[in-house]
């Protein structure tokens, strides 16, 4: 579980203080620090699988993008500051973001072509409060990624099973795509990806 730590900070405050030297990763939520859980390595695998295909794919069709380490996305409507676990960064409009030089945080969707988060106990995080935040900041496509079947029922269904959400902006809200099973993957972002959701499932599995 997520633990808050419960004195509002600012988001100044955060970065100036988060993480420090614990080795710890953290997130702001309306000015509440939230230490993140240690992932598993499933979690892990399937993070470099994504980054992986990813970086191939920008990298085929020379498109200025990157994929960084520990960037931070800040919604300017609130105190919150999120680390995704896939973070693709359009770099040629980092020159426009005020809090890169200084703080590598980006605030605008122009720098943003696509974030994923890959689902830990936190689940209602990634479906519900990043999903707003995201929606609301004009992020252009955001995956969650349910490898475990964790979230709501409403989100995976009933029964529950392993699906990725591929969020799309259309007119300022998100259009959802739900994949299972050998469907591909398919993302406005990168319309040529080849790989299906069992794939990506399969990558948590070490198979």
Known sequence: MTQALRKLVTFDEFVAKYPDNTGKRYELYDGVVVEMPQPTGDHEEIVVFLSTKITLEYSRLNLS?????????????????????????????????PLWKKQSTVTQAASI????????????????????????????????????????????????????SVCCLE????????????????????????????????AGTGV
């Open 65 to 97: 993008y990157g994929i960084p380490k520990t960037v931070l996305v800040k919604p300017i409507e609130n105190e919150s500051a999120y680390s995704p676990d896939v973070l693709v960064l359009n770099l040629a409009n980092l020159v426009n973001e």
């Open 113 to 164: 072509s696509l974030v994923i988060e890959v689902v830990s106990s936190n689940w209602r995080d990634d479906y519900l409060k990043k999903y707003a935040d995201y929606e609301e900041m004009g992020i252009p496509e955001y995956w969650i990624v349910d490898y475990a079947a964790l979230g709501g029922r409403e989100f995976i269904g009933n029964p529950k099973q392993p699906t990725i």
């Open 171 to 202: 007119e300022g809200e998100y259009r959802i795509s739900k994949f299972r099973g050998n469907d591909r993957i398919q993302s406005p972002t990168f319309p040529e990806l080849n790989f299906t959701a069992e794939e990506i499932f399969r």
